[in-house]
């Protein structure tokens, strides 16, 4: 045991760092909450939408560039954009946290409490309604995200048809971007990662890491699209070029983008983790609000992805296998 | 690349890892299986039971002693357990792995056979429906399971009422006695884990390393102690004397143990992850087959768990916080 105001959670039971967690995430608004064995969740159209995604300490986050609550809240946040990829409106997250057992409580605390703050933001009415806690050598945060379609069916990738208006919701390449000014100037010369030094950003950096650190999906606008008529629909988690073939695939089609719809962001075919949704809708449809016409679909040709007409041929993303070493810093 | 015949993950794409699993696993019934953004799982009558639970290298398990088939057979075996023990019927798993770039391709493949094995066996119907994979210094298995009531309400730990009887469905203390077994005989002098010698091993001793190693958890008495009128029940991860003391203050009770009906185990009260189902009902009910009475609800006392009337006083069992050092070997 610990005299100190800010333990160690090896140092205390496993019962003090669940309570300081549901403190923080507050009450459930589930059937049955966090406490049994299981939580029970309401799925009042019969069918829930479920997916889980892991952050692990390495490969998907530094400790020198993240705070605590920046994974909680990007925990959160990649999870609910899954669900609303779907269609789906997030009800429920469970949270199994493998954390060192020096890991300060405060921290545990900090990380619950950005998990909080995401669902509070980008998904209202989504709660932490249970979890696990154990220990590891390396901080691992898996979030498992349910939700439910209120009717609608749900919007797979294998829907978009040729004639389709290809519509994006949110940045491409932001994140991407502020990945880059992480790598490129908070390293040192052996490549271990820094603590960033903020007066040395611009806005338009801060903007950039903050796409990276705490992304902020569109979550609402899933159902909206759904409603809205949505043929196909997925979130951008490896970059709209590699993630848009991969609707094409699955939809039997190719994606053609109008590159004068696609901004300036230097990254953003080829940028990963902005989350944003990429979705087709009849070319008739009016597109919801925050979404806007970036391409079309055509009949399919060996190129899954074309920009103006022309195959794309740069870099297509991020596989964390093959290029974690590339990126391990 | 390699020319390896089996490969390690960090030489081959996500996707070939993926296929893999997903070839093992067999195919989907879900609404939407593997492959988009998330599953979409059918619940019928209007909720879902989700639990999620995590197996991490080291405190949880040790590849000298564990095969990736018992790594995979166990993590489906605990959640299993805790989707049964609020009398539900489990329908799905979502995996989340995590894992070094060095393992082989064939582990995963074992993994998956492993969680499999244990859906077919343990809780026909239920099926992986979904996951995730990432790479992590520390070997990483999360599980989501979920599951349905089929129009019962869940069974809580909070139910218990002074004068059920107290029944419990599986082993109690074998687990533990397996660990024991692995701890005491299966070290070499630093401590480190070495090769089992099977050998080595008596009928018993064989047995008690199963549970341990690939528990078997009565999942499908759960849904039918439900159906039976059970009025608490709570599945025994941490001991079967932890567990009772949980279940009664949630109740609001005590559990008095009749020592002659818990058998000779030597660790019947102390040993955990048996995942066997405790329950409670009304002392009218004939109990399932499968569950035998091992004590009844007594008004509430300052102890919540007694043996034949007295205040145990053992050993309460495992926290995972508390106890890693000293279970590290």
Avoid at 223 to 249: I, N
Wanted: with cysteine; glycine share 10%.
């Amino acid at each position: 045991m610990t005299t100190d105001s800010d333990p160690r959670i090896g140092e205390v039971s496993e019962g003090v760092v669940l309570r300081r967690i549901l403190d923080t995430v507050g009450p459930s608004a589930a059937e049955v909450g966090p406490g049994d064995d299981a939580a029970v969740l309401s799925a009042p159209h019969g069918s829930i939408v479920a997916t889980v995604d892991t952050l692990v300490h390495g490969p998907d986050f530094r400790l020198a560039w993240s705070s605590a609550f920046d994974l909680g809240w990007k925990a959160a946040a990649v999870n609910l954009a899954d669900v609303a990829a779907m269609g789906a409106r997030p009800t429920a997250l469970l949270v199994a946290l493998a954390m060192p057992d020096a890991t300060r409580l405060s921290f545990v605390e900090d990380l619950a409490s950005g998990l909080h703050a995401a669902c509070e933001t980008l998904a209202p009415g989504c709660r932490i309604e249970g979890g696990d806690l154990t220990v590891s050598e390396t901080l691992t945060i898996a979030v498992t995200a349910l939700g439910v379609l209120d009717g609608h069916a749900p919007v797979l990738r294998s829907g978009a048809r040729v004639g389709d208006v290809v519509a994006l919701a949110g940045d491409a390449g932001v994140a991407a971007r502020g990945l880059a000014v992480l790598f490129d100037r908070f390293r040192d010369a052996a490549g271990t990662p820094m603590a960033i030094d903020h007066a040395a950003l611009s806005a338009d950096d801060e903007t950039a890491l903050a796409s990276q650190l705490r992304p902020k999906p569109p979550i609402v606008l899933g159902p909206l699209a759904a409603a809205a008529g949505a043929t196909a629909m997925m979130d951008v988690s490896d970059g709209l070029a590699l993630d848009a073939s991969r609707m094409a695939e699955a939809s039997g089609v190719t994606i053609d983008f109008d590159l004068a719809q696609l901004g300036n962001e230097p990254l953003v075919l080829s940028g990963g983790e902005d989350h944003a949704l990429l979705a087709s809708f009849p070319a008739e449809t009016a597109l919801p609000a925050g979404f806007r016409a970036i391409g079309r679909v055509v009949p399919e040709m060996r190129e899954r992805v074309l920009v103006d007409g022309t195959p794309y041929e740069g870099s297509t993303g991020w596989d964390p296998y093959r290029d974690w070493d590339a990126h391990a810093g």
